[in-house]
């Protein structure tokens, strides 16, 4: 039995494991060697070293891409957590939730691309939100979409976007917890705030751990967002709102300056090195022990 397992191993795993080298591995091989070279894509790449790297360094809009993608990892992460338990806490104590869940998941459906739209209709000057305000005697509304609010207004529908898909994830292992431990803390006196403290979060802090996880790989990919607030009148977005996506598709596909591959690549390992350590220190700092329930 042993040896026909070890005959039928190969056979079963070489597809997999030839489509993986050829779409995961092999490209990032390229832009492991792509990063130490000049290139426009059409003319032969030529030899850079790490000037690229040290270029990056010296680049305030490659800076200010990698602070707006820790704003929105950091702040975003945490408004994001904090409304998804909220809700979790919510949805646990209602009867029919299953209709709420649904209505709450369906935004992840939906394309980035479509809420940046609908967000510039919505809050727009002659828009809906303007045009409440103004029912409401607000005469001079905010400049919702001015230059120096788009991160803000980007971040906001970011969070939006996702909250009902981690609020989906948390509610799956909040539900494997016994209603047991609950009354227990009722009986112990433990209030709203109490009862999630000690029991909710314990006892969900692995599928915590794993959303953490998510949204920091998730922070890393916002893209389409970024590009139809920024560059929604038909140019390029301003700089004060460049991630480090975008930084990357700039530097490749970008009209207004000379396309590099090599910057492009480079920019993308730096962004996966940097975006690894975070991913392995907040695992670290998110270790503990397994709590069995009985």
């Not at 191993?9 to 091989?29: K, R």
């Not at 939730?97 to 967000?119: A, I, S």
Request: with cysteine; net charge positive.
């Amino acid at each position: 039995m042993e040896r026909a397992q070890r005959r039928t191993f190969w056979p079963f795993l070489l597809p997999a494991l030839v489509v993986f080298t050829l779409f995961f591995v092999a490209p990032i091989v390229f832009s492991l060697w792509l990063g130490f070279q000049s290139w426009d894509g059409v003319g032969p790449a030529s030899g850079r070293g790490l000037k690229n790297y040290t270029n990056l360094l010296h680049d305030p809009l490659f800076t200010t891409s990698l602070r707006n993608t820790a704003l929105i990892l950091v702040v975003g992460g945490a408004l994001i957590f904090v409304i998804s338990f909220a809700i979790t806490v919510l949805l646990r104590e209602m009867r029919d939730q299953k209709l709420v869940r649904y209505v709450l998941f369906f935004p992840v459906l939906v394309n980035p691309l479509v809420f940046g739209v609908m967000t510039g209709l919505l809050f727009r000057p002659t828009g809906i939100v303007n045009a409440l305000l103004g029912d409401l005697g607000v005469g001079d509304p905010p400049k919702w979409l001015a230059q120096e609010n788009l991160m803000t207004m980007i971040v906001a529908v970011t969070v939006w976007a996702g909250t009902g898909y981690y609020t989906t994830i948390l509610m799956s292992g909040v539900e494997q917890i016994p209603s047991t431990y609950y009354e227990a803390a009722e009986l112990d006196g433990a209030g709203a705030w109490g009862r999630f403290r000690h029991v909710t979060l314990p006892l969900s802090w692995d599928v915590v751990t794993v959303c953490a996880l998510l949204w920091t790989i998730s922070s890393v990919k916002v893209f389409e967002l970024v590009l139809v607030f920024g560059g929604s009148t038909g140019g390029t977005p301003p700089n004060n709102t460049y991630t480090t996506a975008l930084y990357v598709y700039e530097s490749a596909f970008s009209a207004r300056t000379t396309r590099d591959f090599g910057v492009s690549s480079a920019a993308a390992l730096v962004s996966l090195v940097l975006i690894a350590a975070v991913a392995v220190l907040l695992r670290r700092m998110m270790r503990r022990d397994a709590i069995q329930l009985s």
